[in-house]
């Protein structure tokens, strides 16, 4: 099959969803797929064996992660050039918007899916866009003969913004390169700041304010006698945080990758994952493929990935106190931190990123069919209140 994929962010910068669709084409290049990647300006030439084209743009004033597509005709004639079977837009904005508008221009299948809750804008001071958001998503959503979200909870939101054919994407980790055996006493001295046999509190993820960094740095400064802090990755708050937390016992790694971030990950002794504007959270999958107990906020996806008492510990979102008391039981209980590590590890080994890009490749398919069945965009209209089949 030849996909065209047109995304709002990728490469250089980091995400949840750069990350999921970086593990999804390395699995679409090793079933023989071929694909286009049509990505904001900065981003590399290639990726997994696919040419990547670099859209010229500018940064949105507000958010400069975010980019507005400059429509240019080098776009056009690289995807009339390609002559995708289907175009996969990701969470389709500004940029994202522009390739479904060539979608349509073209008469081409369209998939498109919704990786941001609206309300993450309240978040980064932006309430105003809420409302702009919430219909930017919802008229170029309906546009797709398919639509995906990654969790339960985003499936029933997109919805309730009136976005139609909705229907889920698998949550997958891959269970290797996230694993227990990558614990490491070397990575432990590190995190520690030099005091192994000290209790170690992970964080791990982008660094910004719609992550509830704030929660987390009431945690620290509440068990700061208890327990050693890791915070791994970068991002706009990192600077807030460290001064937020100077002479705290706390060790910022910057951005980790490759055998250093599995190392963090799986040197753990709890993970601490206070975001409430997740659509997943990839950073919780990947800490129980570790093997280490995770506490999240129960908001968003979160509740998709981890089963408070089963597979690790749910709080109130936004709750400072709530986040710290249940670190500090874990902390002081060996077997209950030892019993959810091995039971989020089990759960994550089911989730795999070949059964997640099958269940995509059968959506591209289902997209091609919709299509085909009523010509575009008229079908589309036709099917608007109609319920999407499996």
Same mark, same amino acid.
């Given at each position: 099959?030849?996909?065209?994929?047109?995304?709002?962010?990728?490469?250089?910068?980091?995400?949840?969803?750069?990350?999921?669709?970086?593990?999804?084409?390395?699995?679409? =290049?090793?079933?023989?797929?071929?694909?286009?990647?049509?990505?904001?300006?900065?981003?590399?030439?290639?990726?997994?064996?696919?040419?990547?084209?670099?859209?010229?743009?500018?940064?949105?004033?507000?958010?400069?992660?975010?980019?507005?597509?400059?429509?240019?005709?080098?776009?056009?004639?690289?995807?009339?050039?390609?002559?995708?079977?289907?175009?996969?837009?990701?969470?389709?904005?500004?940029?994202?918007?522009?390739?479904?508008?060539?979608?349509? &221009?073209?008469?081409?299948?369209?998939?498109?899916?919704?990786?941001?809750?609206?309300?993450?804008?309240?978040?980064?001071?932006?309430?105003?866009?809420?409302?702009?958001?919430? @219909? *930017?998503?919802?008229?170029?959503?309906?546009?797709?003969?398919?639509?995906?979200?990654?969790?339960?909870?985003?499936?029933?939101?997109? !919805?309730?913004?009136? *976005?139609?054919?909705?229907?889920?994407?698998?949550?997958?980790?891959?269970?290797?390169?996230?694993?227990?055996?990558?614990?490491?006493?070397?990575?432990?001295?590190?995190?520690?700041?030099?005091?192994?046999?000290?209790?170690?509190?992970?964080?791990?993820? !982008?660094?910004?304010f719609e992550k509830r960094m704030d929660v987390f740095a009431e945690g620290v400064i509440q068990l700061?006698?208890?327990?050693?802090?890791?915070?791994?990755?970068?991002?706009?708050?990192?600077?807030?945080?460290?001064?937020?937390?100077?002479?705290?016992?706390?060790?910022?790694?910057?951005?980790?990758?490759?055998?250093?971030?599995?190392?963090?990950?799986?040197?753990?002794?709890?993970?601490?994952?206070?975001?409430?504007?997740?659509?997943?959270?990839?950073?919780?999958?990947?800490?129980?493929?570790?093997? @280490?107990?995770?506490?999240?906020?129960?908001?968003?996806?979160?509740?998709?990935? @981890?089963?408070?008492?089963?597979?690790?510990?749910?709080?109130?979102?936004?709750?400072?106190?709530?986040?710290?008391?249940?670190?500090?039981?874990?902390? &002081?209980?060996?077997?209950?931190?030892? &019993?959810?590590?091995?039971?989020?590890?089990? =759960?994550?080994?089911?989730?795999?990123?070949?059964?997640?890009?099958?269940?995509?490749v059968a959506r591209y398919r289902q997209a091609i069919r919709m299509h085909r069945g009523g010509r575009?965009?008229?079908? @589309?209209?036709?099917?608007?209140?109609?319920?999407?089949?499996?």
């Amino acid at each position: 099959m030849r996909i065209a994929l047109v995304s709002e962010t990728f490469l250089p910068k980091v995400d949840g969803v750069v990350t999921r669709l970086l593990a999804t084409l390395k699995s679409l =290049e090793q079933a023989g797929h071929d694909v286009l990647v049509f990505a904001p300006p900065k981003s590399p030439q290639g990726v997994s064996g696919f040419r990547v084209v670099p859209a010229v743009g500018m940064p949105f004033p507000w958010y400069p992660e975010l980019t507005f597509a400059v429509p240019s005709g080098r776009l056009g004639r690289e995807m009339k050039r390609f002559a995708p079977d289907v175009v996969h837009v990701v969470n389709p904005v500004f940029f994202g918007a522009f390739g479904a508008g060539l979608a349509k &221009r073209y008469d081409l299948p369209l998939l498109a899916s919704f990786h941001t809750d609206p309300k993450v804008v309240e978040d980064l001071s932006l309430g105003w866009f809420k409302r702009p958001l919430e @219909v *930017i998503d919802r008229e170029v959503h309906n546009l797709a003969h398919v639509n995906l979200c990654t969790s339960p909870q985003m499936v029933e939101l997109a !919805r309730s913004l009136g *976005i139609k054919r909705v229907r889920l994407w698998p949550k997958a980790v891959d269970a290797d390169r996230f694993n227990p055996r990558h614990k490491s006493v070397e990575m432990r001295a590190r995190l520690t700041g030099g005091h192994p046999e000290l209790p170690l509190v992970v964080h791990a993820g !982008r660094i910004s304010f719609e992550k509830r960094m704030d929660v987390f740095a009431e945690g620290v400064i509440q068990l700061k006698d208890e327990a050693r802090f890791a915070v791994v990755g970068e991002g706009p708050a990192l600077a807030w945080l460290k001064e937020k937390l100077a002479g705290m016992p706390v060790e910022f790694t910057g951005f980790l990758a490759g055998s250093e971030l599995s190392a963090a990950y799986a040197t753990g002794d709890v993970f601490a994952f206070p975001s409430d504007s997740e659509t997943l959270g990839f950073a919780a999958i990947e800490a129980m493929a570790a093997g @280490v107990p995770v506490v999240a906020a129960n908001a968003g996806g979160i509740p998709h990935i @981890v089963k408070d008492g089963a597979t690790g510990v749910l709080v109130t979102p936004g709750d400072g106190d709530a986040l710290t008391a249940a670190i500090r039981r874990l902390l &002081r209980d060996d077997a209950e931190r030892e &019993r959810l590590a091995a039971a989020g590890r089990v =759960e994550a080994e089911r989730w795999t990123w070949d059964a997640a890009t099958d269940s995509l490749v059968a959506r591209y398919r289902q997209a091609i069919r919709m299509h085909r069945g009523g010509r575009g965009s008229k079908k @589309v209209a036709e099917t608007n209140s109609q319920p999407l089949g499996a």
